[in-house]
């Protein structure tokens, strides 16, 4: 296998890695029209609880499901006590504030109850690899896109998936038709915090090890990743995700002069793709009404 | 339970932003509604009481203390600069710790590459923190709420990165300390820690007034207009581009000013951490929302809230300082619960009621 | 409603005066005047100028408590690092339950007050001026300071005002600085003499080597790589490749292809934290098997546990104990370490490197505290200054810690160790290879200059 081939594998490792957590960000902004800042640390969160039950025991696979099965509950939690009480207030920047606070507290809480060493996540897929490539990226790519169609089919052909992408598009007329709100923000909370805890798991085993700042580095290149698809494609936040991770490897081989400054590649991308396409490379065009 | 939050005194009806002569035309509601005489005389004594502890401070604290209210001083302006993007103009902006880095470095390269008097680089900082928001202002103007917050998120989080790579302090350390007599106070009478209050609290002064006749001006009608009904404005005649980028300009030189005189206080402009400018730029946006977003004074009291919470913070959790984070985290959420609209905004409700009320019957 | 509402803001109200209140109840004392500057008479035989001292440095202790200055993170990403600490707080309670300290003939209790600084220099040094003051009316000395730029911080305010910034917690070579007598580095090797030893471990395994390296995009990459450029001047050696990664990153997959790519035959893994394990892991993903060396910041049971086989048998070097090294279980300096943290912060992971770290520097303070001569700043200062000690802590067996008059780096004396790998659940360690190279005195000159005082 040549250097390019094995860079682009590289870029595809970690793209899949972004996709991943722009999947849950995205799931949160189309349910629920927030920038979830906390999404990477509760993903963090989720996945030092999956960590700690395979390390009492559990198979990874259970641990996963476990861990997202709590992460829901967690979700659904968080929406009904910090967030809605907020919201109702009505002032976007009080909700951005909120999930700020959280970033700040799920982050040193993982640390108080999971210890600040790092850590090494096990994975529940088979080691070695195929055609070259690591059996982990191949899983997490596949587990990516089976998501991605249950969440489509859930969206687009589901009543609950009607009322999800009602109430985040207009909260008050869609309670005028008798749909209860709050639960189905609930529900967007619950599902997205869910994809987390997968995501953060599964990103947590493909990578050599994971500690606090596992989400933090992701998330700047995740945000990218869900910019760049225009935040309520499902789709465009995986293949973005891969687009940037691509970019990101192949800067690193062949462009010296970023050496250490390969952020800015993701951010010239976002810029250029939003002043040529406001709405990003997957995203709809809105109209705006006066 | 939860009030809506009352935006009266800033909302402003649309069709009176943009008029063209600059007069506002007969029987649409003024910007600034009149304030009741009793109101306005329980302001002045706010205003002489602050001032008289404002003023009086710097002798009463040990020099430490002096150095947080400080801290605390230019984070209220980089505050003040975000509040009028942000609260005012409603563009959300993460990247204001970039501005304010911006700011930090020029005045610190100025000082130890160029023997620069401290106090001559203010404007020079404030000068290129404004060049720099004006280029991100202009893509700034193709992409809105969001993915701004994502563009200005990025530039956060390159800043250090920039820094780290360009910047070459002692032994190659992306860090540039000014010798620390070149911040000596030029006033004989005042201490050195004093000295660096007063420069702050005067910039803050200063900034504070021009930010109050800002908003006071047409300019910060059409601001408000752009923030609540951005087509409607533009229908109305205000030029959306330029309103949006000059604020971008302004706000960013407000956080270039303060991360000039950060390097003063702190005596430092630090490139070495990556996410101390991310960490910055949180800082400024907690400060307008939990001080009361879209106020003058709001970022003042937001940020000597958070400086005084941070500080005291770490002695409530002795042995398990990790948590330090998680009860800062809990506050600012407690915060925005208890006073939806800032501890500035609680005030005026506050006052406002107190103002309606008949004179005698305070009830309790 | 209007009550409750009226009671909610009284309460917030009420809160933030506490708060203020709290952080705010001294009574600024602006008689400073009366401070002695300047030197005193025993200031005479003294390499340490005092005229400009802020605070007269020859003043004894009052009473019979010495306190200890420290700022390091606490909270946040680089929390682990606070684990340090718990090495050198068991050490002197431990000393303190035996009675104390000797100290210029005296005899004194250890007191110290630490803050969290979350690796923000400004923090650090906010914390120091308050704990130490600006008079240095507070604590005695200033003590394991973690982090290069939070050091360096620090490093003008305490000179002046002549307060020991001791042992401070990183490797760079700037702590060689003359022009700065009041900060002295750890026993942590200058990162320079890293790259020294790996050039001459290069020179017998493999004298023709070329040399790829992983830095993390700051000083502390630019020292190794300066570092081994100065140290294979005149060999066959050759530098090839080099990739950067930005600082808190922790993974380097894109780096470390490229870098096995490169043809070349040695690696030099300047990675910390978690990019070192995902570097050696990567490496091994690529099929790539160069002689490797691991910064020694990367020694660490966690750390090398993570990279697990793909670390087996890369080098570094130390001069402290590796506690997983079976040869010391019966050792009777690491039984004391054992036991006295088991009793003084059982927390603490005896087995964590840098808690062993921790307990030697606390070590070393001790020692240098009975070797001065009256119980001032200046006679501790002077005394770490001209320190020879061995056999104390968890140092390694010949290894001496011997700073001078010209000669300020304690870290001077090597041991190449070797990562011994014998499976997942074995117990991994860093075995010692060889003699203890000796570079005592020669840091200055295996350091190029801008890196000191750049």
């Known amino acids: 296998m040549n250097l390019f081939t094995e860079q682009v594998l590289n870029g595809v490792g970690n793209g899949v890695v972004y996709g991943s957590v722009a999947l849950a960000l995205v799931l949160i902004f189309r349910t629920t029209s927030v920038l979830n800042f906390a999404q990477g640390e509760m993903a963090l969160f989720s996945t030092y609880i999956s960590w700690k039950l395979t390390t009492e025991g559990l198979p990874v696979v259970g641990a996963i499901a476990l861990s997202a099965a709590i992460a829901f509950v967690g979700g659904a939690v968080i929406e009904r006590l910090l967030i809605r009480p907020v919201e109702e207030a009505r002032s976007p920047l009080n909700v951005v504030i909120v999930t700020l606070g959280l970033f700040l507290g799920l982050n040193s809480l993982a640390q108080l109850v999971f210890g600040t060493d790092p850590q090494l996540m096990p994975s529940p897929f088979p080691s070695g690899e195929v055609a070259g490539i690591d059996k982990d990226t191949i899983g997490l790519i596949v587990v990516l896109l089976a998501e991605c169609a249950l969440l489509w089919l859930l969206l687009q ?78 789709i465009g936040a995986v293949v973005s995700g891969l687009i940037i991770g691509v970019a990101d490897a192949l800067t690193i081989e062949y462009v010296e002069a970023l050496d250490g400054i390969e952020v800015v590649l993701p951010l010239g991308l976002i810029l250029v793709v939003l002043l040529v396409r406001p709405n990003g490379l997957f995203g709809k065009r809105t109209v705006e009404r006066v | ?128 923190s404004a060049l720099v928001g004006l280029a991100v202002g202009f893509p700034a103007l193709r992409v809105r709420g969001l993915y701004l917050a994502l563009i200005t998120l990025g530039l956060a989080v390159l800043f250090p990165r920039l820094t780290m790579k360009y910047v070459d302090g002692t032994g190659g350390v992306a860090l540039l300390r000014p010798a620390r007599s070149q911040f000596d106070s030029l006033l004989t009478f005042l201490d050195d820690d004093q000295w660096a209050y007063g420069l702050c609290l005067v910039a803050l002064v200063v900034l504070g007034v021009l930010a109050r006749n800002l908003v006071h001006s047409r300019m910060g009608r059409a601001l408000v207009a752009v923030r609540d009904q951005e087509i409607a404005a533009t229908t109305v005649g205000v030029n959306l581009a330029a309103t949006k980028v000059t604020t971008f300009a302004i706000s960013a030189a407000y956080a270039g000013v303060a991360g000039s ?104 | 409603m209007r009550i409750r509402r009226m009671a909610r803001y009284l309460s917030v109200l009420l809160a933030f005066t506490l708060v203020a209140a709290g952080g705010a109840c001294s009574q600024r004392d602006d008689d400073d005047d009366d401070t002695s500057a300047g030197g005193g008479d025993s200031a005479a035989s003294s390499d340490i100028p005092t005229e400009d001292c802020v605070a007269d440095p020859t003043e004894p202790v009052e009473g019979d408590t010495i306190t200890l200055a420290s700022s390091y993170p606490q909270s946040g990403l680089t929390a682990a690092f606070s684990e340090i600490a718990r090495g050198w707080m068991a050490y002197f309670e431990m000393m303190n339950d035996q009675g104390g300290v000797e100290f210029g003939g005296e005899t004194f209790q250890i007191d110290w007050v630490e803050r969290d600084d979350e690796y923000n220099a400004a923090r650090t040094s906010a914390n120091i001026e308050e704990l130490v003051g600006q008079d240095g009316e507070g604590a005695f000395a200033v003590f394991s300071v973690v982090g290069t730029a939070n050091n360096l911080a620090i490093r003008d305010f305490l000179g002046e005002l002549c307060v020991p910034d001791i042992f401070a917690a990183t490797g760079s070579p700037a702590w060689g600085n003359p022009d700065y007598p009041w900060l002295i580095g750890s026993t942590l090797p200058p990162y320079t003499l890293e790259s020294q030893r790996f050039a001459e471990l290069l020179e017998e395994e493999q004298p023709d080597a070329e040399v790829a390296m992983l830095l993390q995009n700051d000083d502390f990459g630019a020292a190794y790589r300066e570092g081994l450029e100065q140290a294979i001047e005149g060999t066959d050696i050759t530098i090839g490749d080099i990739q950067e990664y930005p600082t808190g990153a922790s993974e380097v997959a894109s780096q470390i292809t490229s870098l096995a790519n490169s043809g070349a035959t040695a690696f030099f893994n300047g990675g910390t934290l978690l990019a070192c394990p995902d570097a050696l892991s990567q490496a091994a993903a690529n099929n790539w098997e160069p002689i490797t060396w691991v910064s020694g910041t990367c020694i660490s049971k966690t750390l090398m546990g993570i990279a697990g086989e793909a ?104 041991q190449l160790v070797r990562y011994n790998f014998q499976g997942a659940d074995a117990r991994n360690y860093f075995e010692t290879v060889g003699d203890i190279a000796d570079y005592e005195g020669q840091t200055a000159d295996l350091t190029p200059e801008d890196l000191i005082s750049g």
């Open chain 2, 261 to 364: 005189l950060s390097v003063m206080v702190d005596r430092l402009a630090d490139g070495t951490n990556p996410i101390l400018y991310f960490q910055r730029s949180i800082e400024f946006l907690v400060a307008v929302v939990i001080g009361g977003s879209a106020t003058i004074l709001g970022p003042v009291v937001g940020a000597l809230l958070l400086v005084a919470l941070r500080r005291n913070t770490e002695d409530l959790i002795e042995g398990k300082e990790v948590l330090a984070p998680a009860l800062y985290g809990a506050a600012l959420i407690a915060i925005v619960f208890v006073l939806p609209d800032g501890v500035v905004g609680g005030f005026r409700r506050l006052l406002a009621r107190w103002a309606a009320a008949p004179s005698n019957q305070e009830d309790h």
């Open chain 3, 311 to 414: 670390g087996a048998g890369v080098y570094s070097a130390s001069n402290i104990k590796d506690p997983l090294d079976p040869q010391w279980d019966d050792d009777e300096a690491m039984q004391e370490y054992r036991d006295t943290l088991a009793q003084y912060q059982p927390e603490a992971d005896p087995d964590n490197g840098i808690v062993a770290y921790g307990w030697t520097q606390a070590a070393i303070l001790v020692e240098a505290m009975a070797n001065a001569e009256e119980p001032t700043r200046l006679a501790l200062m002077e005394s770490l200054r001209n320190l020879e000690v061995s056999d104390v802590g968890l140092l390694l067996p010949g290894v001496t810690v011997r700073t001078g008059p010209d000669d300020p780096y304690m870290g001077e004396q090597l």
């Open chain 1, 157 to 234: 052909k589901t009543r609950i998936g009607l009322k999800l992408r009602a109430v985040a598009s207009n909260p008050e007329s869609s309670r005028l038709h008798g749909i209860n709100a709050g639960t189905v923000l609930m529900l967007g909370w619950a599902l997205s915090a869910a994809i987390g805890a997968i995501a953060g798991s599964l990103v947590a085993s493909e990578r050599t090890g994971f500690d606090a700042s596992l989400m933090q580095q992701i998330l700047v290149y995740a945000f990218a990743a869900a910019a760049l698809g225009g935040f309520d494609s499902l």
């Open chain 2, 1 to 128: 339970m939860s009030a809506p939050v009352d935006k009266s005194d800033t909302t402003v009806e649309a069709p009176a932003a943009g008029d063209g002569a600059g007069t506002a035309p007969a029987g649409t509601p003024p910007l600034w509604p009149p304030v009741p005489a009793r109101v306005r005389a329980v302001r002045v004594v706010i205003g002489v009481v602050l001032a008289a502890a404002a003023l009086y401070a710097p002798y009463y604290f040990e020099p430490a203390t002096n150095r947080l209210l400080s801290q605390a001083l230019y984070i209220a302006i980089a505050a003040m600069g975000l509040n009028l993007l942000t609260g005012f103009n409603g563009q959300v902006s993460i990247g204001h710790g970039a501005f304010f880095g911006v700011g930090a470095f020029t005045t610190a390269i100025l000082m130890v590459d160029h023997g620069w008097t401290f106090e001559l680089t203010i404007p020079v900082a404030a000068a290129l």
